[in-house]
């Protein structure tokens, strides 16, 4: 869309990255005022419990079937699958085949890659003319009103399928050669975890992998989140849901911060060495009618230390339309979501997200906005 010249009078000016930010405070410093999302003190959840996010063992899930049960069966481990996916709509996975050495290679070049000098990072800017937000890239997220509430993070963001349509000339080199081989193993464990979840809904085995399509696409993000001198006051990550269709993450196993919300209730998301998190997007929830969850999770900082996490979005293919699946849908069973274009529905994320609103509740085709609790912030 062509920009008017009013639009651009009202642009924005571009902001400096929380790292730098954070550089310059003091600690009991104030955070600025456009980083306070919530109210000092006014937090019931400051002392969240641990979630008990069940753990799967990738590799027991997906033995051969036998006719075997009980305690490490695959019928066992199928079964825990399926209360996370429709309880916490997140779960830790174990005996995942990525390589522990890998992991901690794809957090040390992300550390890495944050360390260097501001010059340096800004090579992979993701302002276009220093001016123009574009997705890819170093910096921000679209910051696109003034009184839009800022998050306690820097990111790189950078799409890494389909192949061809990597724009490597924002790969920084420190963590080109890990990011590919890391993508190529949690693709891996995606396409291996996909049809064990399409069996929990006895739909055929590759509806998932078919539906995310030839052009399905995945992108990174690495999180960078300095200590922040009021963790009371700063999210690192205000309260979203993925609008991935499935989300892989390494997540920093030093320092905590990312919290998932169930019935009202935020809890700690605990992080194991060389586990990794599986989260489920809306695009999934969508296609499952409900039946799995995308979970409304945020990140909370820390007045100490810095943290790090690298995401892997995977999203249908964009130009593709998703809805419920048709062998779920029966007269007691209706579509709970309407059907949406994955191209618009992604981009409407960040429309929402900015408002501190959910893009979800635009693809629901009854109003169930009045039972989402506990998920706006305030601006104070
Ligand atoms: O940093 C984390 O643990 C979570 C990051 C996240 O939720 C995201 O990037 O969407
Ligand atoms: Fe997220």
Avoid at 136 to 146: A, K, L, M, P, T
Avoid at 192 to 204: G, I, N, S, T, V
Avoid at 267 to 283: E, S, W
Avoid at 284 to 298: A, L
Wanted: proline share 6%; hydrophobic share 35%; with cysteine.
């Amino acid at each position: 869309m062509e920009r008017t010249g009013e639009e651009e009078a009202h642009r924005p000016v571009p902001l400096p990255p929380v790292q730098e930010l954070a550089g310059r405070q003091g600690a009991g410093d104030d955070v600025p005022a456009r980083y306070v999302a919530r109210r000092a003190h006014d937090d019931a959840d400051a002392t969240a419990a641990a979630a008990p996010v069940p753990v799967i063992d990738l590799g027991r899930l997906c033995q051969p079937a036998t006719t075997a049960s009980g305690e490490g069966s695959a019928a066992d481990e199928a079964g825990r699958l399926r209360s996370a996916l429709q309880s916490w709509g997140l779960f830790l996975v174990t005996n995942h085949g990525v390589e522990a050495s890998l992991m901690d290679a794809v957090i040390e070049a992300s550390r890495e890659f944050f360390r260097q000098p501001l010059e340096e990072k800004q090579k992979h800017t993701n302002l276009i003319d220093g001016k123009h937000f574009q997705l890819e890239g170093y910096g921000n997220d679209r910051v696109s009103s003034e009184d839009q509430v800022l998050d306690w993070c820097d990111r790189l963001y950078l799409k890494v399928e389909p192949q061809e349509e990597r724009n490597l000339a924002l790969w920084p080199t420190c963590l080109r050669d890990v990011l590919h081989e890391f993508t190529k193993e949690c693709t891996r464990v995606k396409d291996r975890l996909l049809p064990e979840m399409a069996k929990l809904l006895e739909l055929d085995d590759d509806y998932f992998v078919n539906q995310l399509g030839d052009k399905a696409d995945t992108h990174a993000r690495f999180n960078y989140y300095p200590p922040c001198p009021r963790p009371d006051l700063a999210f690192g990550l205000k309260p979203h849901s993925d609008a991935s269709f499935i989300s892989l993450l390494v997540v920093d196993d030093s320092v905590g911060g990312l919290q998932v919300l169930r019935d009202g209730a935020w809890y700690d998301v605990p992080a194991r060495p060389h586990t990794l998190l599986i989260n489920l997007g809306d695009q999934m929830e969508i296609m499952s009618d409900g039946i799995f969850k995308s979970p409304v999770h945020r990140v909370v900082t820390n007045a100490e230390k810095e943290r790090l996490s690298v995401v892997l979005f995977y999203s249908v293919d964009p130009e593709r339309e998703i809805q419920p699946a048709a062998k779920l849908i029966d007269e007691n069973h209706p579509p709970l979501y309407k059907k949406v274009k994955v191209k618009e529905y992604v981009a409407g994320l960040y429309e929402h997200f900015s408002q501190g609103k959910m893009v979800i509740e635009t693809a629901k085709i009854y109003d169930t906005s009045m039972y989402v609790e506990n998920l706006q912030y305030v601006k104070c």
